[in-house]
């Protein structure tokens, strides 16, 4: 079954540190690729997308993606972290022809340390 | 400004009190879709719709209902509420079941 795995359930940075966030998928072709976050009692907005091309996407506030295939991969990046970019993060994917079925990650929570 | 808005916000009902969730989008987008997030387990799918009157099953459908029948509209319609259906519930709207989703911020039900 396909499925989407984000194996950092809680990272913490200190302000100014870089970021990593990891994101796997188990698809049998190359899925769209999205990166969205959910600041505390909000909804979720998109930071970026992959559907093709280039692999490393540029995102909004600073953020970037690169897309993997040998690893099936799609790790989110910060060079710089900032205290207002704590929130949870959410990897997902919807596999291409399908019925458009958007699958989440369960979400990776930053705490950043000032 | 687009978005998509939900109504009510926050929600308190007790067991078998049928309710509805609104949902609604100015964006003209043909797919709508309902998620449900719980602690640990991320958002998982009630619901989907490709288009007007078009509506298919994510991965946790049951207990829940739903209709299409205007483009901009989705409710999410809980027949007989039970206390394992409290979560926060998210509706989303995009151009197709493909591209980003907008999502709306969010209701809270709690079911005693």
């Known amino acids: 079954a396909q499925s989407v795995t984000q194996p950092d359930i809680h990272i913490t940075v200190s302000e100014g540190a870089s970021l990593e966030l990891r994101c796997n998928y188990s698809y049998g072709a190359t899925p769209y690729l999205f990166w969205y976050v959910q600041s505390p009692g909000q909804g979720l907005q998109l930071l970026l997308k992959?559907?093709?091309?280039?692999?490393l996407v540029q995102g909004i506030k600073g953020f970037e993606a690169e897309f993997k295939r040998s690893q099936s991969s799609f790790n989110l990046r910060k060079p710089s972290v900032h205290w207002s970019d704590a929130a949870e993060y959410f990897c997902?994917?919807?596999?291409?022809?399908?019925?458009?079925?958007?699958?989440f990650g369960t979400g990776t929570r930053l705490q950043v340390t000032l | 400004e687009a978005q998509v808005t939900q109504n009510p916000r926050y929600l308190i009902t007790v067991t078998g009190k049928k309710l509805t969730v609104t949902c609604s989008q100015n964006m003209n987008h043909e797919y709508m879709s309902w998620y449900r997030q719980d602690p640990g387990l991320g958002l998982r799918q009630i619901y989907y719709s490709m288009n007007v009157e078009v509506t298919d099953k994510g991965d946790v459908p049951e207990g829940y209902k739903v209709s299409r029948k205007e483009k901009r509209n989705f409710p999410l319609i809980l027949e007989s509420p039970s206390p394992n259906q409290t979560s926060l519930y998210f509706c989303a709207s995009s151009r197709t079941g493909e591209d980003e989703q907008y999502f709306g911020p969010g209701t809270r039900l709690t079911v005693t």
């Open positions: 997902a994917v919807v596999l291409t022809g399908t019925a458009s079925k958007l699958t």
């Open positions: 992959y559907f093709s091309g280039d692999t």
